[in-house]
Nanobody
Framework: QVRPVESGGGLVQTGGSLRLSCAASGRTYSNSVLGWFRQAPGKEREFVARCMWSGGITYYADSVKGRFTISRDNTKNTVYLQMNNLKPEDTAVYYC??????????????WGQGTQVTVSS
């Protein structure tokens, strides 16, 4: 099972940038996926972006499309989330999750501890 560990959160002003990292230990397979989720205070956890470990196919939530970029470095077993033009509404705890694609759905079964991102106005 892949075990993800996030790093890279912090405090940034509106319009600034941050890069989150997710180091994934364990064996990956052709249908392995790593995703980023976030949870703001008082809100449900929401999907942000995902990247297939094999082939690198990516997908984004509409709220971050054009501002966030997910990428992977297979040599380092690490997935990154580059966040540009950050807005106060991006403030949340960001979680990296490992899982797999089954048919047309994605199942996440291993979660990191989360990293706080705070965007000041």
């Amino acid at each position: 099972q892949v075990r993800p560990v996030e790093s890279g959160g912090g405090l940034v002003q509106t319009g600034g940038s941050l890069r989150l990292s997710c180091a994934a230990s364990g064996r990956t397979y052709s249908n392995s996926v790593l995703g980023w989720f976030r949870q703001a205070p008082g809100k449900e956890r929401e999907f942000v972006a995902r990247c297939m470990w094999s082939g690198g196919i990516t997908y984004y939530a509409d709220s971050v499309k054009g501002r966030f970029t997910i990428s992977r470095d297979n040599t380092k077993n690490t997935v990154y989330l580059q966040m540009n033009n950050l807005k106060p509404e991006d403030t949340a705890v960001y979680y990296c999750a490992a899982g797999y694609k089954m048919g047309s759905s994605y199942q996440y079964d291993s979660w990191g501890q989360g990293t706080q991102v705070t965007v000041s106005s």
